[in-house]
């Protein structure tokens, strides 16, 4: 990987966050987490340029994945989006198969798979 790609990984899950962030830092991206959409909203706010690819959980208090990725892919058209969910969710299904720059990931999964995910949306 030439430039460091950063990838922002938004779920509740407190444990999962930094497990996730650790993958992704040790295959060399650059990896910042959000607790909820709000707060991944401001993080990309505030530097509008900051991520390439946005992980989320699908199923979140607040504003959920779907409704964060419609919202930043508005915004940003070229932002790669990995939806992640242990539920069903045909409308992140439904926008993972419309859009190559977008996928679906579901739970429970391995570090494997996640990271081949990953690397499958940002090559899209």
């Known amino acids: ?18 497990l996730l ?5 040790g295959r ?7 607790t909820t959409g709000a ?7 505030n530097d509008p340029g900051l991520i390439d690819l946005l992980v989320t959980d699908v199923l979140m208090p ?10 930043l892919a508005g915004r940003y058209p070229e ?3 990995l939806f ?6 045909d409308t992140a299904e439904r926008q993972a198969t419309m859009d190559p720059r977008r996928a679906f990931l579901p739970k429970p999964f391995t570090a494997d798979a996640f990271l ?3 690397r499958d949306v940002l090559n899209a």
């Open 84 to 89: 992640m969910s242990g539920e069903s969710d």
């Open 1 to 18: 990987m030439s430039a460091q790609l950063t990838v922002l990984v938004v779920d509740d899950n407190r444990s999962l966050r930094p």
């Open 39 to 45: 707060d991944a909203i401001r993080l990309i706010e």
């Open 79 to 81: 932002l790669r989006i």
């Open 62 to 71: 607040g504003i959920g994945g779907v409704e964060l990725g419609e919202m």
């Open 116 to 118: 081949a995910a990953v």
């Open 21 to 25: 962030r650790r993958l992704l830092e």
């Open 28 to 34: 060399g991206y650059r990896a910042i987490e959000a």
